[in-house]
């Protein structure tokens, strides 16, 4: 049986983005407060690239501060990566933890495939998120 699962992303696994950001080939999120534009931010620090300013997770409340200035600092693009790098690998994550295998595809649209192969004691079904 397969499942279409949308993941709403709210980064509260410090162990996640770090492989979200190993993923993408960035450097590994500091614990720190930054100086955004006009305010101050205290949390993880991910410096995407091109931005002016580093993306700060919070993640006790799973938000991302953070100011492009509509893009004009920073390619909003980077950002939907770190998130979507983030997604793939709490899912991988959560997989493991529950005795489950999980691949990936990568699609032409930009999208990523996942498909969960439930461990032989959970029943043997599959599944997959977007």
Known sequence: ???IVSI???L???????????RLGLAEP????ARLFSAEATGLLVNLPGWHYP????TTS???????????WGQPEELDKLLQGYAVEKARIEARRMGHTMT???LDNGSIKLTIQVGAGAGGGNGGAA
């Open 8 to 10: 709403k992303t709210r």
């Open 1 to 3: 049986m397969s499942h």
């Open 12 to 22: 509260t696994d410090p162990v996640a983005l770090s492989a979200a950001c190993r």
């Open 30 to 33: 500091i614990a720190g407060s």
């Open 62 to 72: 799973g938000e991302v501060k953070f100011d492009n200035y509509a893009g004009a």
């Open 55 to 58: 993306a700060v997770v919070d």
């Open 104 to 106: 990936e595809q990568a």
